[in-house]
């Protein structure tokens, strides 16, 4: 899968997801709509994590990248409004983006490695502990991952990473695929200190 070059739709969004990762959006805009379609029809569509921070601090990492997701769960608010659970495969650097008469995104995009794709069963740590609290005091949180890897230090790192409330462009510095251990580093600095 880390060699494919495919076109999909684009959905910028300031959404910190790393491989595994799962989380719910709301779609409304006619656009969004018809990327639903094409996208549950086809090979998902890619969460652009575009935010002005990064753009204008691009030293972590050159390229604009993405998560490229697969819809998982479609759901409707009680307002109507349709909800969709997307869970992330594989980070992609995106080459190029086209736009559609709708303005709805395209992009080129190819798979690119990240250590949370990497499975390592572990015992049980604090930073594991820790996580398994939040997700018990969190419905909505756990019920997004109803199996979840608390005994693998990667997913747990990288679900801290996708909840911890800090800004973007700190979070955009551990996408690079040898940042595990300065990952480990941060995150630990802010749960267990």
């Known amino acids: 899968m880390k060699n494919l070059n495919v076109t999909l739709p684009i959905f910028p969004l300031p959404v910190f997801l790393l491989p595994g990762g799962v989380t719910k959006l709301r779609i409304f805009e006619p656009r969004y709509l018809k990327m639903v379609s094409t996208a549950s029809s086809g090979q998902g569509f890619v969460l652009w994590l575009q935010d002005k921070n990064i753009i204008a601090n691009e030293s972590s990492t050159s390229m604009p990248w993405g998560s490229w997701v697969d819809i998982i769960n479609f759901d409707q608010g009680d307002d109507g409004i349709l909800e969709i659970d997307v869970k992330c495969k594989s980070l992609v650097v995106i ?92 995150v630990e600095s802010v749960i267990l200190e």
């Open 95 to 186: 080459k190029s983006i086209a736009h559609d008469e709708n303005n709805l995104h395209f992009g080129d995009v190819s798979c690119i490695a990240h250590w949370s794709e990497i499975h390592v069963d572990m015992a049980k740590g604090r930073l594991s502990t820790s996580l398994a609290s939040v997700f018990a005091e969190n419905e909505r949180l756990d019920d997004l991952y109803p199996t979840k890897g608390l005994n693998d230090s990667h997913w747990v790192l990288a679900r801290w990473l996708e909840i911890l409330p800090i800004e973007l462009n700190v979070k955009n510095a551990f996408v690079v695929s040898y940042s595990f251990k300065e990952a480990k580093a941060f």
